[in-house]
């Protein structure tokens, strides 16, 4: 099991802050890997794919991972911008894995929004999950989830084969496996630290322990920087 976080060079910076964070609030994570198209991380394992399109860099990334680890069969998946801001339930991710492993699922997925699933609620292995049905607009969403690799690849080369090359294209890619959701909510905000390209205020709120001061500070920075450049632009002209 692999944590891969997928990125690009604009976000790259706030990478660099929410490591220590992370440490804190999921101690027991799997080893991290960063897929990107820059070259700004200060971290050991990272991918970089040079290109601009968002699925090309993870599908090359994923492609670099599976040669690197050929045992590789599951993966956590996130993007840069939905790591936990607070701490996580490693007890309910280590049964969470076990049920995944035996029962081989491809995808389970971790909410950060309110959605009612109950008529949706299924049980295996006495862990009770969400069948995502297929009429739901966004089958293959990326939202936190855990991965069958072999499953995320074929997703990808889908995506590849019809010139789905942004994530919001590939949220809506349905290719028939059962996919499912955890009961367990992620602990985020909707939107994750950043919302439009911009720190995100609720997420910012989460952030009161100091391992996460320096992310924080890092946040509340860039986001009166927004605010001012908004006003410029708009009274300033």
């Keep these: 099991m692999l944590l891969i976080i997928?990125?690009?060079?604009?976000?790259?910076?706030?990478?660099?802050?929410?490591l220590e964070y992370?440490?804190?609030?999921w101690p027991n994570h799997p080893e991290i890997w960063f897929l990107t198209d820059g070259?700004?991380?200060?971290?050991?394992?990272?991918i970089t794919v040079e290109s601009d399109k968002w699925l090309i860099v993870l599908y090359s990334g994923l492609k670099c991972l599976k040669d690197k680890y050929s045992n590789l069969d599951y993966a956590y998946l996130l993007l840069e911008d939905l790591i936990p801001l607070d701490k996580i339930s490693e007890s309910y991710l280590s049964k969470l894995e076990r049920t995944i492993y035996k029962n081989q699922l491809n995808c389970v997925s971790f909410l950060t929004y309110n959605s009612d699933w109950e008529d949706k609620r299924v049980y295996i292995d006495n862990l009770k999950?969400?069948?995502?049905?297929?009429?739901?607009?966004?089958?293959?969403?990326l939202q936190p989830a855990i991965w069958n690799m072999e499953h995320l690849l074929s997703v990808?080369?889908?995506?590849?084969?019809?010139?789905?090359?942004?994530?919001?294209?590939?949220?809506?890619?349905?290719?028939?496996?059962?996919?499912y959701v955890s009961e367990y909510p992620w602990p985020s905000v909707l939107n994750g630290l950043l919302h439009?390209?911009?720190?995100?205020?609720?997420?910012?709120?989460?952030?009161k322990t100091?391992?996460?001061?320096?992310?924080?500070?890092?946040?509340?920075?860039?986001y009166f920087l927004w605010?001012?450049?908004?006003?410029?632009?708009?009274?300033?002209?």
């Design 196 to 207: 439009s390209g911009q720190p995100n205020w609720q997420a910012i709120r989460k952030i």
């Design 22 to 25: 992370l440490n804190y609030a």
């Design 129 to 141: 999950l969400y069948s995502v049905p297929q009429s739901f607009p966004f089958y293959s969403q």
């Design 156 to 179: 990808c080369e889908y995506a590849l084969d019809n010139s789905i090359l942004d994530p919001w294209q590939f949220e809506r890619i349905v290719l028939g496996d059962k996919h």
């Design 6 to 18: 997928v990125t690009y060079h604009g976000y790259e910076k706030y990478c660099n802050y929410f």
């Design 39 to 46: 070259k700004n991380i200060n971290h050991p394992n990272v």
């Design 210 to 222: 100091p391992e996460g001061e320096k992310l924080r500070n890092k946040l509340i920075k860039d």
């Design 227 to 237: 605010l001012i450049k908004r006003f410029k632009s708009k009274f300033l002209g």
